[in-house]
């Protein structure tokens, strides 16, 4: 539980507005509903005085807020080791390995990122999903920010939903693509099987940039960025282009071409997860403004499979 106050005097510009877009305007670290909530309890004034939302203000009126954060996450904290390639009193981002989970949920109440992050910084348990905006799937590895302020959420929040955070990935798929393009195909949970997500013309728009990094044999290394955000997107896509990912358990099947090595036929049947990597992260930073460029290789297992890949078609070349 957190105590903060804070004053701000409305500055002409926004005379003639709304009191709660004023607020909204010089208050941009929090929600509109949150502000909403505030006028309506008393914990924020207007010179003193308790107002409703939509009463308009004439400039130069003091705004005081006194409020109370409480814990918004009450999941345990647990000394998770987390691998930190930025931060600063703001953000913190996280390159998470294969097989964590990011979320607390049914059968998986400990032991997830969001555990780590409450033992590494507390406070986070103040802030929606102790500061994580996006997610990756438990066997995707790769970078995630997470916000450790209030300013640094509402402003991720605001560049997701603008589709201004740039997320690439490294993703090894099944079949030889000819070239880049991009995927425009609506995504919804499966009619049936609800742990899929397919694509179906009623589902949520989806958009996937991919570029083609190097051809194999019978394997294509990609570059992909996402546009939108929707669950299992970049395996959806290449599923419903046919050309899963490879090692993916639940929209492919493992599938080893013909007269591949017998090194390439081993690496492939003991690749058992997504072959996905989220190797890049551009944002705008909540509090500078500046760009900011996280950048790593994919994970070990991933390089691995590349060279054995590398290797089966540098022998069908000689």
Known sequence: ?????KKMIIPDELAGNRLDLSVA?????????????WIKDGSLLVNGEQLRPRDILNGGEMVSLQTVFTELTRNQAEPIPLDIRYEDEQIAVINKPVG????????NLNGTLMNGLLHQWPHLNELPRAGIVHRLD?????????????????????????????????????GVLTG?????EAIKRHHVNRKKMTVRDDGKEAITHYRVQQRFRAHTYIKVNLETGRTH?????????????????????????????????????????????????????????????IEIPPAEDFKSL???????????EE
């Open 306 to 316: 590349i060279n054995v890949l590398q290797e089966d078609l540098s022998s069908n």
């Open 1 to 5: 539980m957190t105590h903060y106050s």
């Open 180 to 184: 880049g393009g991009v995927i425009n």
């Open 100 to 107: 964590l989970v990011v979320h607390p949920g049914a059968g």
């Open 25 to 37: 305007k010089i208050f941009p670290e929090f929600s509109r509903n949150r502000i909403k909530s």
């Open 138 to 174: 438990k066997e995707t590895s790769g970078l995630m920010v997470v916000a450790k302020t209030h300013i640094a959420h509402s402003s991720l929040v605001h560049q997701l939903e603008k589709r201004q955070i740039t997320r690439q990935y490294d993703a090894i798929c099944n």
């Open 233 to 293: 997107q970049i395996r959806v896509h290449f599923a419903y282009r046919r050309h899963t990912l490879v090692g993916d358990p639940l929209y492919g099947r493992l599938m080893i071409p013909a007269g591949c090595s017998s090194k390439l036929k081993e690496a492939l049947s003991l690749f058992k997860r997504q072959a996905l990597c989220a190797s890049k992260l551009e944002l705008i930073h909540p509090l500078t403004t500046e760009e900011l460029t």
